[in-house]
């Protein structure tokens, strides 16, 4: 349920209601709107119409109102505003438009350093790399581990990028944490929910991709597992799903972008990489994505794609993504936001 705070509510007041929620059994989770405080009421819904009577009687209290989405706190039932990430000098959710780019995995030092220096001249603010990669096949390469995240970090250091880097186990989140600004939850992940809590008592923003066949609704529900555990710093990736369509190695839904706009209050972002998997259309699609209204775009890039360990096929050169985000920077200006 929905607990709104009249104007000149007291911060005791405040206290209170969040204690009161809590003896019914509830989690409060208040949140500071420009005019009021708002508390979010999460918990079972056992005597809900008794709880919402006993609250509106509670001094302070201007209206108790159910969430009727089963994502209590994603959704914009409980906050209308848009939920904004700050990173230093840049932005997530706001008026900026946010690239993130780089190789699909770390592989040696002159690779990713090269990358990183052809991404950030492009307007890159954020250099992705996986250390750890979860592939379809045990034979395939797996990833550098940690000498991978030491890589990335060497690279933050020579250029100033933040860096993205995916985690798969739970027993990673302590090492990562040590490494990267950004943790990455890949497609496959979406309903790991033990690393999804683990991830939601961290400080970190993370990055969730949608699944492969997750509806919107399954989307939001593993972004409420980190955010019911206490971060609220998540960021929505629409990475296409599976469909009948082979020509392209996923089906990029650019509808999920404003739909969960509509939904929740996160930030959404766009993957055309995985989304197409053909380094042709990933253009015209991160042009589409921010017509749609996404907050940025996850971009595979590497010098040599033909000699790529993995991914090669949806990876850009730099010169291609130089062009890609020349592009993207005229849409991006004409929707009033800066990138």
């Known amino acids: 349920m929905?607990?709104?705070?009249?104007?000149?509510?007291?911060?005791?007041?405040?206290?209170?209601?969040?204690?009161?929620?809590?003896s019914f059994g509830y989690t409060a989770h208040p949140i500071q709107g420009e005019e009021r405080v708002v508390i979010g009421a999460v918990g079972d819904g056992k005597e809900k119409d008794h709880i919402i009577s006993v609250m509106e009687s509670v001094p302070g209290v201007e209206s108790v109102i159910p969430i009727s989405q089963p994502f209590k706190l994603v959704g914009k039932e409980l906050k209308k505003e848009k939920t904004v990430i700050q990173m230093d000098d840049f932005s997530i959710g706001g008026d900026e438009f946010v690239v993130m780019a780089g190789p699909c995995s770390v592989e040696f030092r002159e690779q990713l350093f090269t990358t990183a220096e052809n991404v950030k001249a492009a307007g890159a603010k954020v250099l992705r790399g996986g250390a750890y990669k979860p592939r379809t096949s045990p034979y395939d390469f797996q990833g550098l581990e940690e000498e991978g995240l030491k890589i990335l970090a060497e690279a933050r250091e020579r250029t100033g990028l933040k860096i993205i880097t995916e985690i798969i186990s739970t027993e990673n989140v302590e090492l990562v944490n040590e490494y990267t600004d950004i943790f990455q939850v890949g497609a496959r992940n979406m309903q790991n929910f033990a690393l999804l809590k683990k991830l939601g008592k961290t400080k970190r923003p993370v990055l969730l991709k949608r699944g492969l066949m997750a509806t919107l609704k399954e989307?939001?529900?593993?972004?409420?597992?980190?955010?019911?555990?206490?971060?609220?710093?998540?960021?929505?990736?629409?990475?296409?799903?599976?469909?009948?369509?082979?020509?392209?190695r996923n089906t990029l839904d650019i509808s999920a972008v404003p739909a969960l706009h509509c939904l929740s209050h996160l930030p959404v972002i766009v993957d055309p990489s995985h989304g197409t998997g053909k380094r042709p259309l990933i253009a015209p699609v991160s042009?589409?994505?921010?017509?749609?209204?996404?907050?940025?775009?996850?971009?595979?890039?590497?010098?040599?794609?033909?000699?790529?360990?993995?991914?090669?096929?949806?990876?850009?050169?730099?010169?291609?993504?130089?062009?890609?985000?020349?592009?993207?920077?005229k849409y991006v200006s004409v929707d009033g936001r800066k990138l």
């Not at 989307?219 to 009948?244: D, H, K, W």
């Open 219 to 248: 989307f939001l529900m593993s972004a409420e597992y980190i955010v019911s555990q206490g971060n609220p710093e998540v960021i929505l990736c629409e990475r296409g799903i599976r469909t009948f369509e082979t020509y392209t």
């Open 287 to 329: 042009n589409a994505a921010v017509a749609a209204g996404a907050d940025g775009l996850l971009v595979e890039v590497h010098p040599k794609p033909e000699e790529a360990f993995s991914d090669g096929a949806q990876s850009l050169l730099p010169s291609e993504f130089q062009e890609l985000m020349d592009g993207v920077r």
């Open 2 to 22: 929905i607990i709104s705070m009249v104007s000149r509510a007291t911060q005791k007041e405040v206290e209170y209601v969040c204690n009161k929620i809590k």
